[in-house]
């Protein structure tokens, strides 16, 4: 199970963490990211890292969003800046090995103008 927190209501260019933790189980994921999803649209990737460190981020949030993992807590971390209002939305966990994806609950994001 993903355990999503760290959402909230912030204004425009501040800043926000996520965290993503699995619970009940000591696996470790091949990949682990975060996207999101907004009233009326798809869900878009906003970033992910894999078991050896690399990343990849939605080209809306590259240079301030920064995601990290912890192996050994099985966590996941977003670290979110110069957020913009386009950034409101409800964020999703995501852990994924061997064909199988995993989703948590989500997390809302609000970004005021």
């Known amino acids: 199970q993903l355990q999503a927190s760290g959402g909230g209501l912030v204004q425009a260019g501040g800043s926000l963490r996520l965290s993503c933790a699995v619970s009940g189980s000591a696996y470790t994921f091949n990949v682990m990211g975060w996207y999101r999803q907004a009233p009326g649209n798809q869900r878009e990737l906003v970033a992910v890292?894999?078991?050896?460190?690399?990343?990849q981020y939605g080209d809306s949030v590259k240079g301030r969003f920064t995601i990290s993992r912890d192996i050994a807590r099985n966590t996941v971390y977003l670290q979110m800046n110069m957020l913009k209002p386009e950034d409101t939305a409800r964020y999703y966990c995501n852990a994924y090995s061997r064909g199988v994806e995993n989703w948590g609950r989500g997390t809302l994001v609000t970004v005021s103008s």
């Open positions: 890292v894999s078991r050896d460190g690399s990343t």
